[in-house]
């Protein structure tokens, strides 16, 4: 199963923690749960994925989908947790997606580097 929360850091960010499996099972509730949770349009979205312990293909294929803002999501995507859970990490890096997402340890570390774009 996969469990997903939302909250609003600040006005402009959009946070949604998940814990569990992001697989073809579960990406359709994720992309749905985006969808809803983001109808606003925050400035940013950003996705922890510190409790994500399996990773699937259909699970990229959301967070690419949130990557382009496709399909009613909305957001500039920040990813969170990447450098602390090795299973997702080698996910994303095996499949090269690693290298086009803004990937942040922390929440206070993704809203500290968009904190740095705004101010320059």
């Known amino acids: 199963p996969l469990t997903m929360t939302a909250t609003r850091p600040r006005p ?5 923690r998940l814990a569990g499996e992001l697989d073809l099972d579960t990406a359709p509730m994720l992309a749905a749960y985006l969808r809803t949770h983001t109808v606003a349009k925050p400035t940013y979205l950003l996705l922890d994925l510190c409790e994500v312990n ?6 990229l294929t959301v967070i690419v989908t949130a990557q382009r803002e496709d399909q ?11 450098p602390s859970n090795r ?3 080698r996910v994303l890096r095996l499949t090269g997606i690693d290298t086009f ?5 922390t929440v206070a570390d993704a809203l500290n580097a968009i904190d ?5």
């Open 72 to 82: 009613s999501i909305h957001g500039d995507l920040r990813v969170i947790g990447v």
């Open 12 to 16: 402009d960010a959009c946070l949604v």
């Open 54 to 59: 399996f990773l699937a293909a259909a699970g």
């Open 116 to 120: 740095q774009i705004t101010q320059n």
């Open 101 to 105: 997402l803004r990937i942040h340890a």
């Open 87 to 89: 299973a997702v990490a």
